[in-house]
C-alpha cells in the first residue's frame, strides 16, 4: 500500500496550492510541481520545444513569460502552444494546464 501513496499522495498535494499576491494586483498561485519535459515528451510526442512551453504553463507562466524565459518571440511561443494542444487533443490552454499539471513528479521535494 506504501507503493500506491508514494504516487497518489503527490497528485491530491497540488490540488490545494497556496496563494501568493503579485504586483499589480493579480494574485497568482505558488508555483505548481510541473511533471519533468521528458516525461510530456514521450506521452504525448512533443517536441523539446514544445514540451518547454507546456511546462512553463503548467508552472502558471504566461505566454509573455515563456517567450521570454526561452528568448523567443509570442507568436513563436503561441505556434509551439498550438502544437501542444493539437497532441494532446486540448482545445483550450486551461485544459493543457490541467492535463499536464494532474502529472506530478513521483518524488516531490519534501518539506514544503
Do not use: W
Amino acid at each position: 500500500m506504501a507503493q500506491v501513496d508514494t504516487i497518489i499522495e503527490p497528485l491530491f498535494r497540488q490540488l490545494s496550492p497556496k496563494s501568493s499576491s503579485k504586483p499589480g494586483g493579480r494574485r497568482r498561485r505558488d508555483t505548481p510541481q510541473a511533471p519533468a519535459i521528458e516525461l510530456v515528451q514521450s506521452l504525448y510526442d512533443l517536441t523539446p520545444a514544445e514540451a518547454r512551453v507546456a511546462r512553463g504553463l503548467v508552472t502558471g507562466k504566461t505566454l509573455e513569460e515563456i517567450a521570454t524565459d526561452q528568448s523567443v518571440s509570442r507568436n513563436t511561443v503561441r505556434t509551439h502552444l498550438r502544437g501542444v494542444m493539437e497532441k494532446t487533443g486540448c482545445n483550450r490552454q486551461a485544459e493543457v494546464v490541467a492535463l499536464l499539471g494532474g502529472l506530478a513528479p513521483l518524488n516531490p521535494p519534501r518539506g514544503e
